[in-house]
């Protein structure tokens, strides 16, 4: 069993920065990909980030490339998304996900996700 806890989430004015920041527990953390998601309301869960734990590569959605980054911390089993030149259409809460095994089939598919953090609300006021 893994615990994500989310924080860094609040209220920024477009152009502004954040840093979401996911402590994990329960397991080896180093031996999960973790991605980052986000969700508003009606829509389905949207992969944002991803940082995987074979090779650390990381991965974008297309509309966060360039502002976002992901990082990972094993020593402190801690993950981190900077986000930089937020736009109100980053307005969402966002989960921390952490994979059962170290390979996803796609790292932006919620299904290759086993464990959720309580999600963390992000809001860009333009």
């Known amino acids: 069993q893994v615990q994500l806890v989310e924080s860094g989430g609040g209220l920024v004015q477009a152009g502004g920065s954040l840093r979401l920041s996911c402590a994990a527990s329960?397991?080896?953390?180093?031996?999960?990909?973790m991605a980052w998601f986000r969700q508003t309301p009606g829509k389905e869960r949207e992969f944002v980030a991803a940082i995987s734990a074979t090779d650390g590569r990381t991965y974008y959605a297309d509309s966060v490339l360039g502002r976002f980054t992901i990082s990972r911390d094993n020593a402190k089993n801690t993950v981190t998304l900077q986000m930089n030149s937020l736009k109100p259409e980053d307005t969402a809460v966002y989960f921390c996900a952490a994979s059962r095994f170290p390979w996803v089939r796609s790292f932006g598919n919620v299904d290759d996700y086993a464990y959720w953090g309580q999600g963390t609300q992000v809001t860009v006021s333009s």
């Open positions: 329960g397991r080896t953390f180093s031996s999960s990909t």
